[in-house]
């Protein structure tokens, strides 16, 4: 099997797993207003931790296999996420659209949040915020890996 089907098959794999992600999210956000009990919105946070942290991981499988480098230093998240939007001249397409990078920025900077602030510290209605938009966000981010699959398999 060639090394693009096979990054092909492990981005399938992690879009599931973030579809299981969100999905579980959200009903657990739903708990947390039902119920009143603050004690959710710590699992609600770190599910949306981990929502950015598999894209992330998705992304650096990109940068590994198809471009040959990852950015390093104190930014190489903003530029991975920016990287993944950029069209690498005879290597491949951008990986995701500017709106989808927006979109995902918001969750890598709440990761940020969520590993340097304690739980009690976090704020429902932002968290709520963010569990109401991740699925149209998630939604975007699989179109655009989707199209990517189609690129990979169409050039292994």
Not at 96 to 104: A, K, M, V, W
């Amino acid at each position: 099997m060639s090394e693009r089907l096979a990054l092909a098959g492990r981005i399938q794999v992690s879009l599931e797993d973030l579809q299981r992600t969100i999905q579980r999210t959200v009903v657990i956000a739903e708990k947390a207003r039902r119920s009143g009990d603050e004690d959710y919105w710590g699992t609600v946070a770190l599910n949306l931790h981990g929502f950015y942290s598999g894209a992330e991981e998705i992304f650096e499988d990109i940068a590994r296999t198809i471009d040959g480098s990852l950015p390093s230093g104190g930014e190489w998240h903003v530029n991975l996420l920016r990287q993944m939007t950029v069209e690498m001249e005879q290597l491949r397409p951008a990986v995701i659209r500017s709106e989808t990078r927006q979109c995902l920025d918001e969750y890598r900077g709440f990761r940020h949040i969520v590993r340097n602030v304690y739980a009690f510290n976090l704020r429902p209605a932002r968290l709520a915020e963010l569990v109401s938009d991740a699925p149209q966000c998630l939604s975007k981010l699989t179109d655009d890996l989707l199209a990517f699959i189609d690129f990979l398999k169409k050039t292994a």
